[in-house]
């Protein structure tokens, strides 16, 4: 119910507006927004590099009206990547494809980040195509495998909650596409999506145990200790070395598991976002867990 109630909120178009632009409420989202700019994107993304850690560097934004600002969005993830070059890290960003101008038109939004996929090509970077709700999941995944054939710098999303997810992940990984698994974040219906915590983790450990023997370097991305436990029993079980995969999480949440992961040898990546359009992106974390307004309030009151 509170989960629901948090992803209507995040689709409100004037509490944006009135959020983006509000004081406290800009302080409340850097718990889990590493800043407005990439310079201060790019600060975090050294200070996690130097626990041991990579980044993703995600500039927020979604559902772009605009096309100039569609480019302008698309202009700034190269920067990022060159950006990150520069500073000696991996270059690597995370992006959406309605950022890009996918609810202008499929054109313009292929123009987009083919030209950002050639752009990662030229410095050996990658981008990560984020999934957004199932209205955009079979454009987003025909874009991906279109772009993969002339750009291996690009791979895909695949969120476990969706019933359709076993199909998907087969395919792509049939083609080679690289797949960042995680659980889901948007509001779906019960005809699309698991509603029940037990299916989506069943539905997670399925595709997470398809992907470590059948995947390209999957991207297991989830804060849930029964779901790490359960890839590193697995990777163990089955002879997969610990550099064969990577885990994710986000900027902000679980640090402590974070460090452990990295002290036991995995590889774990930190998406970092950063940028003005944090709201949707904000709301969504507090969806996952709404004790976090209790906790976020209190520290700022205090
Ligand atoms: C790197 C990365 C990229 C992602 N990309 C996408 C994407 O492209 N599309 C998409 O739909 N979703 C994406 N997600 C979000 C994902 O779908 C889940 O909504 C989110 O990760 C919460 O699920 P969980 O696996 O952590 O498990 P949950 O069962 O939700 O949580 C397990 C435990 O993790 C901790 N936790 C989880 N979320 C939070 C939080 N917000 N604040 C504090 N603690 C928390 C809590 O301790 C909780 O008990 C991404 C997640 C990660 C980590």
Request: charged fraction near 25%.
């Amino acid at each position: 119910m509170l989960r629901s109630s948090f992803l209507y909120l995040s689709r409100q178009a004037r509490l944006r507006r009135w959020a983006e632009t509000a004081a406290l409420a800009r302080r409340m989202s850097r718990r889990f927004v590493a800043g407005e700019t990439l310079a201060e994107a790019l600060d975090a993304a050294r200070r996690v590099a130097a626990q041991g850690l990579v980044v993703t560097l995600d500039h927020l934004g979604e559902n772009v009206t605009d096309e100039f600002e569609a480019r302008a969005d698309a202009a700034e993830a190269g920067q990022a990547l060159r950006e990150l070059a520069a500073a000696g890290l991996e270059p690597n960003v995370s992006i959406k494809l309605t950022q890009f101008g996918l609810d202008l038109g499929e054109a313009v939004c292929r123009q987009n980040v083919c030209q950002l996929a050639g752009q990662a090509a030229e410095i050996g970077g990658f981008v990560r195509i984020d999934m957004e709700s199932s209205a955009y999941t079979d454009r987003t995944l025909a874009i991906v495998s279109d772009l993969y054939r002339s750009h291996h710098t690009v791979g895909a999303v695949i969120q476990a909650y969706l019933r359709r997810s076993d199909r998907d992940t087969e395919r792509l990984s049939e083609e080679g596409i690289r797949i960042r698994l995680c659980k889901g974040a948007y509001l779906e219906s019960p005809s699309v999506a698991f509603e029940k915590k037990a299916e989506v983790d069943e539905s997670f450990l399925r595709l997470m145990r398809y992907l470590l023997v059948h995947g390209t370097y999957p991207a297991i991305a989830t804060h849930d200790e029964r779901m790490i436990a359960a890839t590193r029993e697995f990777a163990s079980r089955e002879g997969i070395a610990p550099n064969r995969f990577e885990f994710q999480m986000l900027y902000g949440i679980q640090r402590e598991l974070q460090r452990q992961l990295v002290a036991d040898g995995y590889r774990v990546r930190l998406y970092v976002p950063y940028g003005v359009a944090w709201y949707p992106y904000f709301m969504r974390r507090l969806a996952e867990r709404p004790a976090n307004l209790l906790f976020l309030a209190r520290s700022v009151l205090k």
